[in-house]
């Protein structure tokens, strides 16, 4: 059985002070949740999420980015191990952000998670297509080039600590969900390529998410299509009462 997950990517939201707010109001209204809740707070405010979830330990951290080096002369940026000493347990790579407003390619999406998991980071490789490649009828090459791309940076025994988020760009910050019918197909695509690239075993313990547009109203609906494991909430996770509304959906 794959768990399931609740992940709230608070993207350059909520500083240390907004952070501590959020877990004021969050973790009273979390009853007994089912779900693994992973939030994705910016990495600056990982420590004070990590003091404040206090008493809730069904909820995970995560890095919302990481480098591939473990250290060195890279302006800006924090490495896998400074993302575990401050709290995180997991790390967004590929983001569609990172890939198109930041340039990131799919080799560097490679290195980021081999860097993950070899530091003990669980990796949430996401992948989607654009507008035009949906168009285009193209969203099995882009998603399946993307996911090939990440898994090489999978050694062979890591198998329980990955996780893949089929986000369409279309649908992120848009308001614009894909259908369960979308949502079916893609999700299809990535099992099949799992199991192809790794075999059963591995395809059946990897957690697949959906993100795009998640809010409370459609969390229930597209948490029972096959193969969605969990939901990767952007806008909506970064209210306490809607992000606790869409733990409670599965
Ligand atoms: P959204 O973002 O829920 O605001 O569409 C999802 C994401 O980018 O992970």
């Known amino acids: 059985m ?12 909520h500083g240390p002070a907004a952070t501590r707010r959020f877990f004021g109001e969050f973790s009273p209204r979390l009853s007994d949740p089912e779900a693994t809740i992973l939030i994705f707070p910016p990495a600056i405010s990982l420590p004070a999420a990590a003091e404040s979830r206090g008493g809730r330990p069904e909820v ?3 890095i919302q980015n990481i480098h591939w080096e473990p250290k060195g002369a890279f302006t800006g940026e924090h490495s896998a191990a400074m993302a575990l000493a401050a709290g995180a347990r997991f790390a967004l790579v590929g983001h569609s952000e990172r890939r198109h407003v930041f340039g990131e390619t799919d080799a560097q999406v490679e290195r980021k998670v081999a860097a993950a998991i070899g530091e003990g980071l669980a990796p949430v490789v996401c992948v989607g297509e654009t507008l035009d490649e949906r168009r285009e009828a193209r969203v099995e ?3 399946v080039r993307q996911l090939d791309a990440a ?8 198998k329980k600590s990955v996780l893949v988020a089929y986000e369409p760009v279309w649908a992120i910050g848009t308001g614009e969900t894909a259908t369960v019918d979308d949502v079916a197909e893609a999700h299809g695509i990535l099992r099949r390529r799992l199991k192809e690239v790794r075999g059963d075993g591995f395809a059946q313990e990897v957690a697949i998410l959906y993100g795009g547009s998640v809010n409370p109203e459609n969390a229930a609906d597209l948490l029972s299509v096959a193969d969605v494991d969990g939901v990767l909430v952007g806008g909506a996770s970064l209210d306490p009462e809607s992000f606790a509304r869409i733990a409670e959906a599965c």
Not at 151 to 158: S, Y
């Open 151 to 158: 898994l090489l940076g999978v050694p062979e025994n890591a």
């Open 60 to 62: 995970s951290l995560g």
């Open 2 to 13: 794959r768990p399931r997950v609740i992940a709230g990517n608070w993207k350059m939201h």
């Open 141 to 143: 090459e882009v998603i």
